[in-house]
């Protein structure tokens, strides 16, 4: 098979299924058919295992010359970036083919992507039902067949849950692992871009290549990348397995329980062994995490004002009145009220009841993790606490929404890598997902974990 004729198969299932599902904003159809013909031209110089390959991008992370709107639109005219994000440097580098831009919630906030501001990506299992968020596009596009690998990005579980919506494989690194630089930032110090694929061996490739220091990120850490794909030998044996018994409580439907332990007797049978461990500050995580990423988002949404950045509200008749008109035509309901949380957060006289004691309860979280590696591998439960959800159930409901990622927030805020892989259907027959947490920097004993498994 030519480059050629994968990348067109790539845009051919899109034209079938992409009515329905919705995954993409915008297509790079020219450019990419031109670049798999001069790929096809250079065939067989180049040793890339990523070569010729079709990738999906969510549209937070900037492409070059291909439109960028962050699902917002503030942006809908962000038509022509100047540049790639260092993670789509390293895929042209790797000579993959970016087939178009992912669908999303408006700046990553959101869990249905019923908050993207141009149409509300699908899940392809049943359309009935929403294929998770922010980075449902990217879960949709692989699920359904439209690429085979996508990039996310996740903040308090953007990849996980998606992924384990629409049944397929996508981690969360390590924060650090991977450069941010060229990721539209939603809350800094939790966001990182991953990959979303239909296995663990080409996620763990894709993270192979995207990882890495990067001097544009000053948090991006200068700690070599292993070789991901060498560590999926299939070999458990001894491995110890810590199951939080605030993972498996009430809340968590019984059918997302029974596919969690299933898969840990599978982990026994493969002689792993596995202990309940106890996280006790989960019950803050997601307020914590509520508070710390609406404030941060308040300050790095602060330049979409029509001048520096964004769409500019037309017959203003004064500046203020520009930037005032400008955001409030820009921006949806969603990122609206996390400016107003995250503003009165740092206000001054609350900062230190509400900030300050975030980031204090912050530290608690990442001390419960510490804690737990010190005597096991990795820390294993479900990826949410319920399959997919209908479109329309949860939209008008804020804090049922939230509660969605109770179970994958607190990873970001100890700041570990955690994968979500497929363990299961319920009985309405949609996917499970099994979150994997690993130490910092021991994606390799998530990758080993999750492929023997799967
Ligand atoms: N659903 C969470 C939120 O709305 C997480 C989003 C994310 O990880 N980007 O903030």
Avoid at 103 to 131: K, Q
Avoid at 162 to 187: D, E, H, M, Q
Avoid at 327 to 356: H, P, Q, W
């Amino acid at each position: 098979i030519t480059v050629t004729e994968l990348v067109e198969e790539s845009y051919k299932r899109i034209d079938e299924v992409d009515d329905q599902v919705q995954a993409f904003l915008t297509l790079n159809k020219e450019a990419a058919i031109a670049k798999a013909a001069e790929l096809d031209n250079v065939r067989g110089s180049d040793e890339s295992k990523l070569f010729g390959l079709p990738i999906g991008v969510k549209d937070n992370i900037v492409t070059k010359g291909l439109r960028t709107t962050a699902g917002s639109q503030i942006l809908s005219n962000f038509e022509d970036p100047l540049y790639d994000a260092t993670v789509v440097n390293k895929l042209n580098d790797a000579k993959s083919v970016t087939i178009g831009k992912l669908n999303m919630d408006e700046f990553a906030m959101g869990s249905s992507n019923e908050n993207s501001s141009y149409s509300a990506a699908r899940n392809p299992w049943n359309t009935d039902y929403v294929p998770g968020g922010s980075s449902g596009g990217s879960a949709a596009a692989v699920a359904a067949g439209e690429v085979p690998y996508s990039l996310g990005s996740d903040t308090g579980g953007s990849i996980r849950q998606p992924a384990a919506y629409c049944g397929v494989v996508g981690l969360k690194p390590t924060y650090g692992r991977v450069s941010r630089f060229g990721l539209i930032a939603f809350a800094s110090s939790l966001d990182q871009i991953g990959p979303v694929t239909r296995n663990v061996e080409d996620n763990a490739f894709l993270l192979e290549t995207i990882a890495g220091h990067d001097k544009m990120d000053s948090t991006s850490a200068n700690v070599e990348v292993p070789k991901y794909t060498e560590a999926l030998t299939g070999d458990v044996k001894g491995m110890k397995i810590a199951v939080p018994k605030e993972y498996l409580a009430e809340g968590v439907a019984a059918e997302v329980k029974e596919a969690v332990q299933s898969a840990l007797k599978e982990y026994e049978k493969l002689g792993a062994t596995w202990e309940e461990v106890s996280l006790p500050h989960s019950k803050y995580a997601l307020s914590t995490y509520y508070l710390l990423s609406s404030s941060e988002a308040s300050a790095n949404l602060a330049r979409f004002d029509g001048v520096r950045y964004g769409k500019r509200a037309e017959d203003a008749e004064t500046m203020l009145d520009m930037f005032m008109r400008s955001r409030a035509e820009g921006f949806g309901d969603e990122v609206k009220r996390r400016i107003m949380l995250g503003t009165f957060a740092l206000s001054s006289g609350y900062y230190e009841a509400y900030y300050k004691k975030a980031q204090q309860v912050r530290t608690l979280i990442k001390n419960d993790f510490e804690k737990v590696f010190q005597d096991y591998d990795v820390i294993i439960g479900p990826t949410t606490p319920t399959p997919a959800f209908k479109v329309g159930d949860k939209v008008d409901d804020p804090m049922t929404m939230y509660a969605n990622d109770i179970l994958t927030i607190p990873v970001n805020l100890a700041g570990v890598p955690g994968i979500s892989i497929p363990c299961g259907f319920s009985s309405a027959g949609l996917p499970i997902g099994l979150q994997i947490i690993g130490n910092h920097f021991e994606e390799g004993t998530v990758y080993r974990a999750a492929h023997a498994f799967e």
